[in-house]
């Protein structure tokens, strides 16, 4: 109905200033047609405002109401392989482009200490645009899954609009980042704040400076003191600042104790599910990374599994333990079982074809390098005395697994030999070696004359 209205004002106003041009054209210009015309020229300018404001509304209701449909008809929540289908509401998700091929650790944005004593300024409005999934909604009574603390982690102190969205592990795993947003925030986990001591940090120095500008305040000094004059100077209601996605501390105490989410994320040795799982049964644990490869490495060794499975596990944690500064004397252990593995492993893979006439030993070198260079550091500037290491090194490995001492020395001694560049030395050296490929290749033999190779 208003929009009839405006209408018939518009062409009312424009044919009466014709009709008035007109008529000042035969009878002469007086002061009353000169108040009547501004009058006229008003009611037009104000019919064409309400009509365009009219024409906007309605675009907007049926943008709506298409993106209503699109989220009943076709999961708008579901994160597609190649596009990143974001709700279009005050938490504006968007791209952020994440390389693959560069390093996998999360950066959070800028990492400043926040105060958690603030109150919140932003919260989610079930019955208004803010849209909350029924499904989400009845997720929200159930304690946090792995995917929602790795996303809290991820988002943790972002810039709203710059959610991590497109990071290959979430678009291969079809993680939908919105809806675990909305449970960490419903479940008091996580907040959105506006507050200027923690959005001011996320503007450049320029859009700071075009603050103070603009309220006539000094520009000079460095970002820290920019950011200190616009808050004791201006009142946060008239400035546009970013809202950041901010954990409470409930949020801080859960991240801090669920630093293993983001060591395995993105493991092959193991689900994220399968960490969490562990994790939470870690009553009394510091270290959980920790705690979750011991029970991988117990679990593999109950099952009896491949050698290479349990090699792999052993590696990665001793990565994690130098990452740390763990203890040299454990770091030591686990990297010479390691090397007993790897060397068992290949004496029985070259076992099956080996004969007399080959360089073996060459062969067998391959399976020394994994953490060779630990091995070089040790014997060739701590200078450690060749007769203690092989005590040393059998003495780690009975702590995993009874094993053979003779054995244990022909591992070393071969090692010494690849770091000291001896190359005198042929497996008629190493007995137990020798042995051991001898058994692997009678063993071959067998196979191959029971089923005729």
């Known amino acids: 109905m208003k929009v009839i209205i405006y209408w018939i004002m518009l062409v009312f106003s424009i044919l009466t200033i014709f009709g008035g ?11 009353m047609d000169t108040v009547m015309f501004v009058i006229f020229i008003s009611l ?20 709506t109401r298409i993106k209503k449909n699109t989220e009943d008809n076709k999961n708008y929540y579901m994160v597609d392989s190649k596009k990143d289908f974001s709700c279009k509401n005050d938490i504006n998700t968007s791209k952020v482009k994440e390389n693959r091929f560069k390093s996998e650790s999360i950066q959070t944005q800028p990492s400043i200490e926040y105060p958690h004593h603030l109150d919140k300024d932003f919260t ?11 499904a989400m909604t009845e997720e929200s009574n159930h304690e946090l899954n792995a995917y929602d603390i790795l996303i809290l982690h991820m988002n943790n ?18 993680i939908n980042v919105k809806r675990h947003l909305d449970k960490l925030i419903e479940e008091d986990y996580l907040i959105i704040t506006s507050k200027l001591e923690i959005s001011l940090p996320y503007l450049k120095v320029p859009e700071l400076k075009d603050i103070l500008r603009k309220h006539k305040l000094k520009l000079g000094g460095n970002k820290p003191e920019l950011i200190d004059r616009i808050i004791n100077n201006i009142d946060e209601n008239s400035i546009e600042v970013p809202k950041v996605y901010l954990s409470t501390s409930k949020g801080d105490r859960l991240i801090e104790e669920s630093k293993y989410i983001l ?26 990374t920790e705690f979750i490869y011991l029970k991988l490495l117990e679990k593999h060794n109950n099952n009896n599994e491949p050698s290479n499975v349990k090699i792999n596990i052993i590696n990665n944690l001793i990565n994690y333990y130098k990452n740390i500064e763990k203890d040299m004397n454990v770091i030591r252990k686990y990297s010479n079982y390691s090397l007993y593995l790897s060397v068992t492993e290949g004496i029985n893979s070259l076992g099956f074809h080996y004969n007399d006439s080959e360089n073996i030993l060459e062969k067998l070198k391959t399976y020394y390098f994994i953490h060779l260079d630990y091995y070089e550091n040790l014997l060739l500037i701590s200078d450690i005395n060749r007769s203690l290491f ?18 244990c020395k022909d591992i ?24 051991k490929l001898n058994e692997k290749a009678n063993e071959w033999r067998e196979i191959s004359n029971k089923y005729k190779f």
Not at 263 to 288: Q, R, T
């Open 157 to 174: 102190k972002r810039e709203v609009g710059k959610e991590i969205t497109n990071h290959h592990f979430l678009i291969e795993n079809q």
């Open 390 to 407: 092989k005590k040393i090194f059998y003495e780690d490995i009975i702590t995993f697994e009874e094993t053979d001492k003779n054995y």
């Open 412 to 435: 070393c001694e071969v090692l010494f030999a690849y770091i000291y560049g001896n190359e005198e030395i042929d497996i008629n050296n190493f007995p137990i070696i020798k042995y």
């Open 124 to 134: 989610y409005n079930k019955g208004g645009n803010n849209y909350i999934p029924q």
């Open 44 to 63: 037009i300018l104000f019919s064409v405002i309400k009509l365009k404001k009219h024409g906007k509304t309605t675009y907007r209701n049926y943008d």
């Open 263 to 288: 060591h395995f994320y993105n493991k092959h040795i193991i689900s994220l599910g399968s960490a969490h799982k562990i994790a939470k049964n870690a009553i009394n644990v510091n270290d959980k």
């Open 21 to 31: 041009i007109l008529t000042v054209s035969k009878q002469g210009l007086t002061i």
